[in-house]
């Protein structure tokens, strides 16, 4: 039930316009499975796709303008609209929080790592999405469970 990667963009896109308009932040988040390929591995799909549909749950939003959506197997991209990056963390990490309480495979907690930006009125959103995985990447090199800001 979420949006495929063209529809990210495109939303996102009017959404980042937007924010610039009405001297809004737009926060955007790029979300991976940590350690997914070896899970999906090891317990199947059904497993993987189960884990994919519990975060999805847990990313989602009430929020009418946030945007959510895969980006890839098993990355999710973020829009969140009147957010800055304090607040994207923040929203990620308790996220994080409650996937490990809540969703736990072979005695082990099941994480997600995370990377956000806040673009400038320069950057389009490709260009806060790519600096986006740059923090990403960083949150899974200092251990993974955890979102950064780039």
Known sequence: ????????????KAE???????GRPVAVAV????????LNDRLGQTTGDAVL??????LSSSRPDDIIGRIGGDEFGL????????????RLERAIR??????????????????????T????????LYRADEALEEAK?????QALTA
């Open 121 to 128: 009125v320069e950057e389009t959103l490709e260009m806060a």
């Open 53 to 58: 549909a519990a975060i999805a749950r847990l």
């Open 98 to 119: 409650e996937l490990g309480a809540a969703v736990r495979v072979e005695e082990t907690s099941v994480s997600f790592s995370a990377g956000v930006r806040v673009p």
């Open 31 to 38: 979300v991976d499975v940590d350690l997914f390929a070896r």
């Open 79 to 90: 829009v969140l609209s009147d957010t800055g990056a304090a607040g994207a963390v923040e």
């Open 16 to 22: 980042l316009a937007r924010g610039a308009h009405n």
């Open 1 to 12: 039930g979420l949006l495929n990667p063209r529809a990210v963009l495109e939303r996102g």
């Open 141 to 145: 090199l200092r251990g993974r469970g």
